[in-house]
């Protein structure tokens, strides 16, 4: 199945891989191709640099979404057909959402929205922002307003953090540690020892002694809260992790040809086979075309050379100089062609891999966007070039 195909047979379509390889330009792409083929189409990013919004025309990206109008499209000679939207995530607006639909009441809510601990958590805490970009893309898709959405998945070293979120979130609010604070405040409603164990009351007083006692019951007052809600987290961190697993869900992991892209890729594409996700491309982005060797011997180089240069120019020198930079692009070329062919040799022959060429400048319009979609979309091909 190529790229193509995955746009018209998904609802859902999401970008992986590690940081740096063109995931979010290639995220973009993919959103603006299916929109130009008709279709209303979402981008939804994570933490997208400012040449994004740049690129699809928008003075900046915001966290409500926003079409891109038409009139630039036309303003580049593009066709579209359909209707392209894109919006970056609020991580703690999205998780004040979700404490106020599972609150047990107003009381409640307050209780947490306006605790100290939670303002931290909701928005810093490492994993949060892989958790509520799932839930994000768990609540758009209960609407009908968009056919397909692009997820650009978090800017990580690990790009594995992302699906096991709701999983890593649960355990937290479920842990030991979590159920010692609970117990030591519940009742009174305020911080008392006397409910635990020996051992764990020591521990907790004597952390007091470093913290002040404020600020453990800002904690237990926090993970009380929480606890209300962990029936509702739980049962929702199982729907949002089921809902990856649907037929209409397709995964694009992305990388560059660097050695270390290509192993997480191969790693990321195995963990999505073993958690029961089933990838549908790859990307490796940044191909170097193989230059081809000079047709002409060295004398006619030279004198061709000779004609391009100053008179008093050192015509061999410079020669010399070319025909290495030459051999070292040739060598950067032939290990890329070797790292796209141990990701073939890894994933498997069937899988569909798209190279896509190292361009001569960043994607910085529509226009730009459109032709990194050409290749995404087989269009094009990267080639070697004389």
């Known amino acids: 199945m190529n790229l193509a195909e995955v746009l018209e047979g998904h609802r859902v379509v999401v970008c992986v891989g590690s940081g740096g390889v063109g995931k979010t330009t290639t995220a973009a792409a993919l959103a603006l191709r299916a929109a130009m083929d008709g279709?209303?189409?979402?981008?939804?990013?994570?933490?997208?640099?400012?040449?994004?919004?740049?690129?699809?025309?928008?003075?900046?990206?915001?966290?409500e979404e926003r079409v891109v109008p038409s009139s630039l499209f036309e303003a580049q000679g593009l066709e579209c057909s359909g209707e392209l939207s894109a919006m970056m995530l609020d991580t703690k607006r999205t998780f004040d959402e979700l404490v106020e639909r599972y609150a047990s009441s107003p009381t409640a809510r307050d209780r947490i929205l306006n605790n100290d601990i939670?303002?931290?958590?909701?928005?810093?805490?490492?994993?949060?922002q892989e958790y509520m970009a799932m839930e994000k893309l768990h609540a758009l898709r209960q609407g009908d307003h968009f056919d397909l959405i692009v997820l650009d998945t978090p800017p990580?070293?690990?790009?594995?953090?992302?699906?096991?979120?709701?999983?890593?979130?649960?355990?937290?609010?479920?842990?030991?540690?979590?159920?010692?604070?609970?117990q030591a405040f519940e009742g009174a409603g305020k911080m008392s020892f006397n409910l635990l164990g020996k051992?764990?009351?020591?521990?907790?007083?004597?952390?007091?002694?470093?913290?002040?006692?404020?600020?453990?019951?800002?904690?237990?007052?926090?993970?009380?809260?929480?606890?209300?809600?962990?029936?509702g987290f739980r049962e929702r961190a199982?729907?949002?992790?089921?809902?990856?697993?649907?037929?209409d869900v397709a995964f694009v992991v992305v990388t560059s040809p660097a050695p270390m892209a290509v192993r997480e890729a191969i790693f990321f594409a195995r963990h999505l086979a073993n958690s029961g996700l089933a990838d549908t491309g790859f990307v490796i982005n940044g191909m170097r075309p193989l230059l081809r060797e000079p047709s002409a011997n060295r004398d006619a180089l030279r004198v061709a050379l000779a004609q391009l240069l100053p008179e008093d120019a050192n015509v061999d020198d410079a020669l010399t100089r070319l025909e290495t930079a030459l051999d070292d692009e040739r060598l950067l070329a032939v290990g890329d062609?070797?790292?796209?062919?141990r990701l073939r040799s890894q994933v498997g022959e069937d899988k569909h891999v798209i190279e896509v060429p190292a361009?001569?400048?960043?994607?910085?319009?529509?226009?730009?966007?459109?032709?990194?979609a050409r290749y995404l979309v087989g269009e094009r091909r990267t080639e070697a070039i004389s």
């Open 39 to 63: 279709r209303r189409v979402l981008c939804l990013t994570i933490d997208p640099a400012k040449r994004l919004a740049t690129s699809l025309g928008l003075d900046t990206m915001t966290t």
């Open 156 to 182: 990580t070293s690990n790009a594995l953090d992302f699906l096991d979120a709701p999983e890593r979130l649960v355990a937290m609010i479920d842990s030991p540690a979590m159920r010692w604070f609970v």
């Open 199 to 231: 051992g764990a009351a020591f521990l907790l007083k004597g952390i007091s002694h470093f913290t002040g006692g404020e600020f453990l019951a800002h904690i237990a007052e926090f993970v009380t809260g929480l606890n209300e809600l962990f029936g």
């Open 118 to 128: 939670y303002r931290y958590v909701s928005s810093s805490l490492a994993g949060t």
């Open 238 to 247: 199982a729907k949002v992790s089921e809902s990856l697993r649907q037929d």
């Open 359 to 372: 361009f001569d400048e960043d994607v910085h319009d529509l226009a730009a966007l459109a032709e990194l």
């Open 337 to 341: 062609r070797i790292e796209a062919d």
